[in-house]
């Protein structure tokens, strides 16, 4: 399982996504950490480079997510992955963030903690591993 993970490109809070790398390292995921103040394109170079990369994982803190993640669409219209988001998407609008992710067109689930986070990609993991054992 290969993941990228990043905050947002106006995002410099790092110690979501800094604590996120952790923990799925330590579940065995292999991660390119492309840290805060990321852009959509950025995210599009690793991929490039990264063919075996399934999963984006975005943490948002700021509350500019929505305009920061323009772009996904396209991304994902040229390379097949999922893209996760978790955070404070748009405090500003007084919507939930669970209502808020649903404004960015791209994303495909938004967590709420880390701990839901790390559970689906560890099984996630037992499920590639099963597939290997099985071929
Ligand atoms: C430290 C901090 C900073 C530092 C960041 C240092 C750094 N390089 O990381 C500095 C001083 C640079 C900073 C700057 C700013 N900050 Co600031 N900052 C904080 C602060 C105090 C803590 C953030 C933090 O690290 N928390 C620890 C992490 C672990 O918690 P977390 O980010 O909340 O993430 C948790 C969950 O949200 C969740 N989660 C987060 N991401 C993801 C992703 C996934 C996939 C999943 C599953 C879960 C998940 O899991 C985490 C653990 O529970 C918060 C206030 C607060 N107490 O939360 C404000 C806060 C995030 N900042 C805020 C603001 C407004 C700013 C500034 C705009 C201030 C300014 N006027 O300059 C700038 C923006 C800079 C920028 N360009 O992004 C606001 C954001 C408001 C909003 N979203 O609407 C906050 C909430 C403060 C507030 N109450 O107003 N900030």
Known sequence: MEIIIAAPQSDSHVVAISLINDFLELIGVKTHYLGACCSVD??????????GVTHIVISAANGHAVADLQGLTELKAKYPV?????????????DSAEACYKKIKGVDKYFGDI??????FSCLCEQEANLCKSL
């Open 42 to 51: 950025r995210m599009a170079e690793c991929l490039s480079q990264n063919k």
């Open 82 to 94: 999922q893209v996760f988001l978790g955070g404070k998407v748009d405090l500003s609008s007084g």
């Open 115 to 120: 701990q839901a986070l790390t559970h689906h």
